[in-house]
């Protein structure tokens, strides 16, 4: 999984440069999603992650009143998913693709 994700961001040759230092640290930033069980772009997100091989932390807000108010609370919007990598509100699935199209989430993704 790890080793995936490094070479489709650095390349082979790149990789193997900075392979010592990642592997000292969690090279990963933390990934939250608040979800339903049957949104689609709920599932697209999810989707996103798996394909990329990057662990996230699913918070289901279906039938729970608090957990959705939370989720408000923090994003400001009531729809979902809403999604957090590490401290940074995304927002929700369009925006996650659109960091996606333009090649900005893996490095989103590495922590610094």
Same mark, same amino acid.
């Given at each position: 999984?790890?080793? @995936?994700?490094? &070479?489709?961001?650095?390349? /082979?040759?790149?990789? &193997?440069?900075?392979? @010592?230092? $990642?592997?000292?640290? &969690?090279?990963?930033?933390?990934?939250?999603?608040?979800?339903?069980?049957?949104? +689609?772009?709920?599932?697209?997100? #999810?989707?996103?992650?798996?394909?990329?091989? $990057?662990?996230?932390?699913?918070?289901? $807000?279906?039938? &729970?009143?608090?957990? #959705?108010?939370?989720?408000?609370?923090?994003?400001?919007?009531?729809? $979902? +998913?809403?999604?957090?990598?590490?401290? /940074? =509100?995304?927002?929700?699935?369009?925006?996650?693709?659109?960091?996606? #199209? =333009?090649?900005?989430?893996?490095?989103?993704?590495?922590?610094?």
């Amino acid at each position: 999984m790890l080793k @995936d994700l490094k &070479n489709r961001l650095f390349g /082979e040759e790149k990789r &193997n440069e900075v392979a @010592d230092m $990642v592997e000292m640290k &969690n090279p990963l930033a933390p990934i939250t999603m608040y979800t339903t069980r049957f949104c +689609p772009y709920c599932m697209r997100a #999810r989707a996103l992650f798996e394909s990329k091989g $990057v662990e996230y932390t699913d918070i289901p $807000v279906d039938g &729970n009143p608090a957990l #959705r108010q939370e989720m408000m609370e923090k994003a400001g919007r009531h729809t $979902v +998913p809403q999604i957090w990598i590490g401290e /940074e =509100h995304i927002g929700g699935c369009d925006e996650l693709y659109q960091l996606e #199209r =333009h090649g900005e989430l893996d490095s989103r993704i590495l922590s610094e």
